[in-house]
C-alpha cells in the first residue's frame, strides 16, 4: 500500500460533499498524521457549507466552523498525495483539467475502496437526502480509513 501524506477529495463545489468527507475521516481517524483537504473543481469564489449539509453534520456532531470552499489547483498534486472524487465524470474532469494529475493517484472513492455505487449529489433535495449521503460517505470512509491503516488491501 503506498503511503499517503495528503488527501484530498474533490467534487463539483467543494461545498457539501467534499467538506462532509474531510469531517468524517477526521473523526474517524488515521494512525498516522495525513493532510485532509477539500477542493471543488468550479469555484469561482470561496463559499460556506451547504446549510443542509452543515446541519446534517451539525447532527452528527462534526465540527463545521469557519469552512469555505476552494478550488483544486495545480499545487495540490503530489507523488504522496491522494485525490478521491465523488463520481467519476469528476476523476476524468481532473485528469482533463490538471497535466499534473496521474491517473493511479486520482480515484472514485467508492471504487477505491471496493463500494459500487457512486456519491451521489444531494445539492437541491430533501434534508433526508442530504442524511442519506452523509451515511454513505461514512461507510465508504470508515473502508478508507480501514485501508489507509493498513487494515485492509486496495481492491
Known sequence: MRLYNK???VAESGTCREPMAVAILKDIGLNRSVEIAARGLVVLFPEPLNQKAEAVMISNGLPTERYMSSPLTAEDFGEDVLILT???RQRQKTLEMFEEA???RVQVLTEFVGDELE???PYGGTLQMYGLCYETLQASIRKLANILNGQEETP
Open 7 to 9: 488527501i484530498i477529495f
Open 86 to 88: 465523488m463520481e467519476e
Open 102 to 104: 496521474d491517473a493511479s
Open 119 to 121: 456519491i451521489v449529489n
